[in-house]
């Protein structure tokens, strides 16, 4: 191994460690391994595999402090936010656990035969390629599914959070998981477009999961497509916050200011457009502003921070681009707007966007909240559908409304007087632009098995 990978904390700009990445023997060893490992693996009783998830659960909880701070030194998320990841990949592990041995049952299904059912039988390896902004759950969520299935599981990290995996892939080997079950990849970033076709065009890769940008999913499922393999996609999203005249606008603004700014805005189900209705939008914009100047930024391992630094200077640098572009289209800027070095944005709040505008059309990664003024509820409606993603969709009112007007929003969830969040015992996943296929729950875990029909007849 040549060529290197070398992390930073973005709150300080100090480097954290130096990894090797691997080579073409390096990844050929470590897809044979996973393969043979799968080959014993998949042989073994959804019962038995549980138990590899309880294990891991348990370590997860026990290292809950060491995790946390290497996920809050590679990407910079407050340390409270880093504590509660890790405590829900734990509580994932609980909930697959428990509910496998009924989402993978047997079905038994009514036909012509004298008994027919379809079994839910693993596929082979699952190749997955995660993003940095939550480096535990977003990894934790796709390996359980696929390795209670009965999968082996191959993990490409971003490489900012290159710790993170191969502290999980150890996390998974401590928890007495087969050796080469799970294993990562660490792959240098410019020679991708050779090592991705060859990793996903390999015989022993039987499925691939990818959550991250649009350009990633329209690569991924390409070389996915181009190899006739089966694959998830999660991507990116510009979820509707509807906010109706009705509605408890406290609530509402307290959980807009948790859903935008949690993990300093990052993330791809956070509220993004906040379509609130005319009658009551000064009102709401006057409380989530209160909101904001309440929000502590700084030094993401400090107990009073709320919104840490962003993951990289180029992503930060992009955001201030958007919101730039944004005023000079006519959106007014109600608070923040400024970046603070190294890697730091301050929180902010645009007010008065209109489709056109580049924070109504694009997706706004980062602590920037866009507030859309809506005449009445069928043009609340029209705000939330215009756009080409469809992850998730929030609305909030007193009355059946909220329920009425979410069901004519297009979005792969629908939240009413509650945050976007993801739940193990929920599927999750979008439509559109925001990609294709579930995780998490029944679904998810069915995503990377192969749905084998099974009719037997009379003798003859």
Aim: proline share 5%; with cysteine.
């Amino acid at each position: 191994m040549t060529e290197q990978i070398t992390t930073r904390n973005p709150a300080t700009g100090a480097e954290l460690a130096t990894y090797g990445v691997h080579d073409e023997t390096g990844i050929e060893t470590r897809l044979a391994a996973a393969h043979a490992a799968y080959g014993e693996w998949s042989q073994r009783t959804v019962e038995e595999r549980t138990g590899l998830l309880r294990d891991v659960g348990k370590l997860l909880t026990e290292r809950r402090e060491e995790y946390a701070a290497l996920v809050t030194a590679e990407m910079g998320k407050p340390l409270k936010e880093a504590l509660a990841e890790i405590d829900k990949c734990a509580w994932n592990c609980t909930v697959v656990a428990d509910a496998a041995p009924g989402w993978l049952a047997d079905r038994e299904m009514e036909s012509a035969a004298q008994r027919s059912w379809v079994s839910s039988e693993p596929l082979g390896l699952v190749f997955a390629v995660m993003p940095w902004n939550y480096p535990f759950w977003q990894v934790l969520r796709f390996a359980c599914a696929a390795l209670v299935a009965g999968n082996g599981a191959v993990l490409k990290h971003s490489p900012n959070v290159t710790g993170s995996a191969l502290a999980i892939e150890q996390l998974f080997a401590d928890a007495g998981a087969p050796a080469g079950l799970f294993v990562t990849l660490v792959l240098a970033e410019a020679s991708l477009a050779d090592t991705m076709p060859r990793v996903i065009g390999d015989p022993r890769v039987a499925a691939v999961t990818l959550t991250g940008s649009e350009r990633a999913g329209e690569a991924v499922g390409a070389l996915a497509g181009r190899f006739l393999k089966k694959s998830v996609l999660e991507l990116g999203g510009s979820d509707p916050f509807v906010v109706l005249d009705d509605a408890d606008l406290v609530a509402a603004a307290d959980a807009a200011v948790k859903s935008r700014f949690g993990n300093g805005g990052q993330s791809c189900i956070a509220a993004k457009r906040f379509i609130v209705a005319d009658a009551v939008a000064d009102d709401f914009v006057a409380l989530l502003v209160e909101r904001v100047g309440l929000l502590q930024v700084g030094d993401p391992t400090a107990p009073g921070t709320t919104v840490g630094p962003m993951a990289r200077a180029d992503l930060r640098d992009g955001l201030h681009r958007q919101v730039e572009a944004s005023i000079a289209e006519g959106a007014v800027l109600v608070t923040g707007g400024e970046p603070i070095e190294p890697t730091y944005y301050a929180p902010t709040v645009l007010d008065h966007v209109r489709p056109g505008m580049t924070s109504f059309d694009q997706e706004t990664f980062g602590p920037v909240a866009s507030v859309v003024r809506a005449r009445d509820d069928d043009h609340a409606v029209e705000l939330a559908n215009d756009t080409e993603y469809g992850l998730g969709a929030a609305v909030w009112s007193r009355s059946e409304r909220g329920l009425a007007v979410g069901r004519r929003i297009r979005s792969g969830a629908l939240f009413v007087n509650a945050m976007v969040a993801s739940d193990p015992r929920l599927p999750f996943g979008g439509i559109g632009r925001s990609g294709y296929g579930r995780e998490l729950a029944g679904e998810g875990t069915r995503e990377f098995t192969n749905q084998r029909t099974v009719f037997v007849g009379g003798a003859s």
